[in-house]
């Protein structure tokens, strides 16, 4: 792997909105409004990482025929930065989300970014664009590196030549103000991620192969999709864009079950920080295959308390309602639950350092000078 270069700040016009759009930006949809600010770094093969810059946030200069935009040779992330003081903020876990880039790249047959690169990046971009981090609950800077194939040609071959650009944006509540427990519906049609294939890689085509199947559970009146393993159409694998978690039980002797990591499903980052938060609350985490019937059955009999989703984007959701091929369930009294609050709260105490955060999840990054 090459050596990290250094981000060199490559200024430019920006538009002098900063801080004054960014209240109203955090309750615009997932997205919409972009930070002033963006870091791109090239990668060739005789050059490897070069060229890392923080420019303004502008359209890019791309060939028509980019492998990226052709075959799909194209992965992503999603982190957060928090609000800390109007100085200071606090990036969540960077380093989980460079690995698992790499670990996306590497599926996906392009090179990796050196961890130390994707760091100095998000830390030069999230102090540059600084006043863009909303204040308040649920509110954050959402960071978006994209890692695509740039090299202009259309043999089926592995891109020579790839760009990184890491863009930002202000985000609240992903699934809207209130944080109401949401209905998911099981596609029974379309699978998300075979054996073998890249379930468990963040790349783009995973996400545009869901929109079908999230436009047919959205007609049924669901929040998100529900995918099945592809095998026996029985399993129950992750959400649309997010992790699963079942709770068994209530109060201190609840339990936590959540499919394993079985290269069919996308090893979330939040879902890894809800574990260690879980069983360090004293509750048991168990990684188990959960069947669709036994969903239900298990809801029914009361023995299933509350079901949760998790990412980086939804953060800890509470799943109220399924939708299933023979008629709904509701799972407890369909309202967001106990567990999945406490763990919110957790949560969210870390993000703002109000609470100790002893595995150095936050990285602190200060504005320096003004
Ligand atoms: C995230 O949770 O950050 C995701 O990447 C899911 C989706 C919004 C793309």
Redesign the pocket.
């Known amino acids: 792997m090459s050596e990290a270069p250094d981000v060199l700040l490559r200024p430019g016009p920006v538009p002098a909105l900063a801080g004054q759009r960014q209240r109203a930006a955090a309750d615009t949809a997932?997205g919409e409004v972009f930070a002033d600010h963006m870091v791109t770094a090239r990668w060739t093969v005789a050059d490897g990482w070069h060229d890392a810059a923080l420019e303004p946030f502008a359209p890019l200069e791309l060939s028509p025929a980019a492998v990226g935009l052709h075959y799909g040779q194209s992965v992503f992330e999603?982190f957060k930065a928090y609000h800390r003081t109007p100085d200071r903020a606090a990036v969540f876990r960077p380093t989980a989300h460079a690995r698992r880039l790499a670990a996306s790249a590497r599926r996906m047959a392009l090179p990796e970014i050196p961890s130390g690169l994707f760091v100095a990046a998000t830390e030069a971009l999230v102090r540059q664009d600084m006043d863009w981090i909303p204040e308040g609950d649920d509110r954050s800077l959402?960071l978006r590196p994209v890692l695509f194939a740039s090299e202009a040609h259309l043999a089926l071959r592995p891109a020579r030549a790839c760009l990184f650009v890491l863009l930002a944006f202000p985000t609240g509540n992903?699934f809207g103000a209130g944080g109401r427990a949401v209905t998911v519906a099981a596609s029974e049609e379309y699978v998300r991620a075979a054996p073998g294939g890249t379930g468990a890689a963040?790349c783009g085509g995973n996400?545009a192969g869901a929109y079908l199947a999230q436009g047919a559970a959205a007609k049924r009146g669901a929040d998100q999709v529900v995918w099945l393993d592809a095998v026996e159409r029985r399993w129950v694998e992750e959400l649309g864009?997010?992790n699963l978690f079942f709770v068994y039980g209530e109060g201190d002797s609840a339990e936590l079950r959540t499919p394993p990591l079985t290269g069919t499903i996308l090893p979330g980052v939040t879902r890894d920080t809800l574990i260690t938060l879980a069983r360090d609350l004293g509750l048991r985490v168990t990684e188990a295959h959960m069947a669709l019937d036994r969903w239900r059955e298990d809801c029914v009999a009361g023995r299933i308390t509350e079901v949760f989703a998790c990412?980086?984007?939804?953060r800890v959701t509470s799943v109220g309602r399924v939708l299933g091929a023979d008629g709904p369930w509701t799972i407890g009294d369909g309202l967001p639950g106990p567990v999945a609050g406490r763990l919110s709260v957790e949560l969210a105490a870390i993000h703002r350092g109000e609470a100790a955060d002893p595995y150095g999840w936050c990285h602190l990054v200060d504005r320096g000078t003004r």
């Open positions: 997932f999603g959402y992903f963040k996400y864009g997010m990412g980086t984007a939804a």
